[in-house]
């Protein structure tokens, strides 16, 4: 896709939100099941069932997902997905390359073996390695607006109001 494809395959959306803001708003959904054996969440997503459980550092075998490796996994998709979506629009060459993110977790939060110790990330850090010959202001700009507009990197940066609910008798 070139930057006239992603442009024209936008403009529409983009005039239908100028003029009506509410369409652009959408409620994406995650759903997991609680059943079966074990200390593990079913989790569905658009491609496949993710089974996750307990990471090693708290009791779990590895075999099953970690939600914090998932939340690393959605930043690196949703990053990568970004920049190459900017890159296109800037007719930035970029050749391929690769995204990584890492983030610290103290673990004794997570097991209460420590009440200063936080439960969840302290740092996360990503990173870009790029296959490009652009000079280092194209590539800045790019990051830049990488950072700007990845869903996933926004909402960890200034995160959203969250809520948390608990009902009885409404699964299924």
Avoid: W
Avoid at 10 to 22: R, T
Avoid at 31 to 45: I, K, N, P, Q
Avoid at 83 to 91: G, I, Q, R, S
Avoid at 111 to 125: M, N, S, T, W
């Amino acid at each position: 896709m070139d930057a006239n494809e992603l442009r024209a395959l936008q403009a529409p959306l983009k005039e239908k939100y100028k003029a009506d803001a509410g369409a652009a708003v959408v409620t994406l959904t995650a759903r997991g099941d609680l059943s079966g054996d074990g200390l593990a969440c079913r989790v569905e997503t658009s491609r496949a069932l993710v089974e996750a459980g307990l990471h090693p550092a708290t009791g779990g075998t590895g075999l099953q997902a970690c939600s914090g490796d998932m939340l690393l996994e959605a930043l690196v998709a949703c990053a990568g997905v970004t920049l190459k979506a900017v890159a296109t629009a800037l007719d930035f060459r970029l050749g391929g390359g690769a995204v990584r993110a890492e983030g610290d977790l103290d673990f004794r939060g997570t097991l209460g073996v420590a009440k200063d110790a936080p439960v969840g990330f302290a740092e996360i850090r990503l990173f870009f390695d790029l296959d490009t010959d652009e000079p280092q202001e194209r590539i800045d700009s790019l990051v830049k607006l990488t950072e700007r507009y990845c869903v996933v990197f926004q909402t960890l940066a200034r995160p959203p109001k969250l809520a948390l609910k608990a009902a009885t008798g409404t699964a299924g």
